[in-house]
């Protein structure tokens, strides 16, 4: 390994040579033309934020993978943006736009070797920006607003809100203590005037309350109570409701009324935050070479594969046929129940389908989609939430037709550790399981 270490947080950081900013803020510009070329970014605010935020701050170090699928353990590739030979590297990763790795398993953030390594878990990252934009976006965020941010991770979401709403009115909480330090010098450098204060997520932070924005950068199974408690009137919350499968999240908007009520409003994303540590999510990875060498006996099938888009029916699919993840780089539609040893394979519009195992995987999808249909084809779901801590129903509509479901008690989510902790990647519907 490369003995070059990155800088310790309580040694004062050297100015960024002259060439080096230069080459930094025309990277952001190119990053921030791609985003409003591609109809992504439209806010000017917020464009103005992400000219403004040194992404290069608040990440000055990314792990690269270096091994290929199903190695284990996993290698990886340590750049360090402060060195000549990682330079070029780091700052077109840092403004590609998508994720960068900083942690592995909780480790302290100070005094990380250069070069590869071996094994390990990323257990916080930034997000997918495009995904970022779409969120902050969706905030409507004004000057003079109050934000927070649940699991702040490196702090890009919250340095934005901060740079648009303005000094001393973004608040993030993030409970493992070397990410949080992390954050927070950073940020001070960047002088947006953002808090990074410690706690847990699930408990929102009581103490800066009410928010004009909640935003939350963790999956969670059911709106904590908290949350809605911390949310001011005319505010609005957002959150990713996740599921055993990573396949097909749900985002949840919650907005409070002037008069105090509480308006809710969850849709199919095609991708959606990580859960909590703790939370084991199903995967077909395992399953992949059992499916090719044997993709199951055929059969007809009146469902054709339904459309990736579809997102209010595979958000229903998540939660009224459970257990089931599909495998995004198979080339035709795979759906496997891994606990059941069982999987479809959906044929490339012919008419037929290839089940195996105890469990007919697609015939739970078909009579879904018949539901789903006689429902009038629901693109969102409304979220009932009870006055206590009583379980949370999520409908379609009215009517004996309508679907529902209800979602599992938050109190069984397993609570952040004080080491490690996972933070700020969305996981999207092309990457898979």
Request: aromatic share 4%; with cysteine; proline share 10%.
């Amino acid at each position: 390994m490369n003995a070059s270490r990155l800088t310790s947080l309580d040694t004062p950081h050297p100015p960024m040579p002259v060439g080096l900013l230069a080459a930094a803020t025309a990277a952001r510009a190119s990053m921030v033309e791609r985003l409003v070329a591609d109809g992504v970014l439209t806010d000017p605010r917020l464009r103005e934020a992400l000219l403004r935020v040194r992404r290069e701050v608040l990440l000055p170090h990314a792990y690269v993978r270096v091994s290929g699928p199903g190695a284990d353990p996993v290698g990886w590739r340590l750049l360090d943006g402060s060195h000549p030979g990682d330079r070029a590297e780091w700052l077109d990763l840092v403004h590609s736009g998508e994720s960068v790795l900083l942690q592995r398993d909780g480790e302290a953030l100070t005094g990380l070797g250069r070069g590869p390594v071996t094994g390990g878990h990323m257990t916080s990252m930034s997000t997918y920006t495009p995904a970022t934009v779409e969120v902050l976006q969706q905030l409507r965020l004004q000057p003079g607003q109050r934000f927070l941010d649940l699991g702040t991770g490196p702090g890009i979401t919250l340095a934005l809100a901060a740079a648009v709403i303005g000094p001393g009115g973004a608040t993030g909480v993030e409970r493992d203590p070397h990410m949080r330090e992390f954050a927070r010098h950073h940020l001070d450098r960047l002088g947006l005037g953002a808090e990074v204060v410690e706690g847990d997520a699930l408990d929102g932070h009581p103490t800066g309350a009410p928010y004009d924005r909640i935003h939350s950068g963790i999956g969670v199974p059911c709106l904590p109570r908290a949350w809605a408690e911390q949310l001011a009137p005319g505010g609005t919350l957002l959150t990713t409701l996740t599921t055993r499968t990573p396949s097909w999240p749900g985002q949840l908007s919650v907005t409070r009324t002037p008069q105090g009520g509480l308006r809710t409003l969850l849709r199919g994303r095609p991708r959606g935050y990580r859960p909590l540590l703790g939370f084991r999510w199903l995967t077909a990875v395992d399953h992949r070479d059992r499916i090719t060498a044997d993709p199951g006996r055929p059969r007809p099938t009146r469902l054709p594969p339904p459309a990736d888009d579809a997102h209010g029916f595979w958000v229903a699919a998540a939660y009224l046929a459970p257990g089931l993840v599909r495998d995004f780089q198979a080339e035709t539609m795979t759906v496997v129940a891994p606990e059941e040893d069982s999987w479809a394979v959906a044929g490339p519009g012919d008419g037929t389908v290839r089940v195996h195992g105890p469990r007919d995987v697609w015939a739970e999808l078909e009579g879904l989609h018949d539901r789903w249909h006689q429902a009038g084809r629901p693109d969102t779901y409304r979220v009932e939430l009870p006055d206590g801590d009583g379980p949370q129903h999520v409908t379609s509509g009215t009517g004996p037709k309508a679907l529902t479901w209800t979602l599992p008690p938050c109190p069984t989510l397993p609570r952040q550790p004080s080491s490690p902790a996972g933070r700020g990647s969305l996981d999207s519907l092309q990457e898979g399981t």
